[in-house]
């Protein structure tokens, strides 16, 4: 019976023991408390840069001739557009692709070559559209906000974001009379250099008068709500 009384001393001490802990903890967790939240920020800006593809199209028998004619209406338009050095020019190359008549047999060739140009300088674009001459056609616009710009204001808004993270952090704090707090696994969402862009597709300057197909193309390029936000869980010390 002693031997029996003595085991469950032991077990007793061992049991205290091993609650002491946990008693502890639930002690500290009681003395604080866990928020999740998040902010944003928002920019509008104009969109600075504006994008052009233009292309040549022509279709008939001898593919040799097709691609001899596209590439000498481009390289014309080349040399013209050198004029204008605020503006970045790339050839695309030239595609060709066969027509099959009703027996599905090759009757003929269509010959395409693209060229794309990008710029900040809008005047010198509208220049430049302006002299396509008949031959070559504009199969997009776009307008968006330039890489330059977008790392600008990443920078800015991630400084902004980080400010509002911290207030809204403070105004928590002091409704729950906290002592202090501490950040916790926060999440930034900010621009990284890309831009929606707002695209003008026209229709093929080919299967219409030019005049037709320039017509709606847009004159101003607009502006871009570009956001950045900040999500993440701050711990507030009770004491």
């Known amino acids: 019976m002693k031997k029996l009384q ?12 091993m609650s002491a802990p946990a008693l502890a903890d639930t002690s500290k967790t009681s003395k604080t408390q866990s928020f999740v939240f998040s902010t944003q920020v928002n920019r509008t800006v104009e969109k600075d840069l504006m994008q052009v593809g233009l292309y040549s199209h022509k279709s008939g ?3 040799t001739e097709l691609k001899k004619e ?19 020019i790339s050839a695309d190359g030239v595609s060709n692709s066969p027509n099959y008549d009703n027996k599905n047999r090759v009757n003929g060739w269509v010959t395409e070559g693209r060229i794309t140009l990008k710029s900040k300088d809008f005047e010198a674009m509208a220049k430049v559209l302006d002299n396509l001459g008949e031959k070559i056609a504009i199969s997009y616009i776009d307008f968006s906000v330039s890489p330059e710009t977008m790392a ?28 202090s707090y ?18 003008f597709r ?25 956001s950045a936000t900040a999500t993440g869980t701050v711990i507030f010390d009770k004491e």
């Open 70 to 88: 596209v590439s000498v209406e481009l390289n014309k338009f080349l040399e013209a557009a050198k004029a204008y050095p605020a503006i970045e």
């Open 202 to 226: 026209a229709k093929s300057a080919f299967a219409a008068s030019m005049d037709k197909a320039y017509e709606g193309l847009p004159l101003e390029a607009g502006k871009e709500t570009i």
């Open 182 to 199: 501490t950040l916790s696994n926060v999440q930034l969402n900010t621009p990284n250099g890309e831009s929606a862009p707002s695209l």
């Open 6 to 17: 003595k085991i469950f001393a032991i077990l007793s001490l061992v049991v205290a023991a």
């Open 152 to 179: 600008m204001l990443e920078d800015e808004m991630t400084l902004e974001i980080i400010k509002q993270f911290q207030h809204k952090a403070e105004v928590i704090q002091k409704g729950i009379n906290a002592k």
């Open 61 to 63: 028998k001898n593919l």
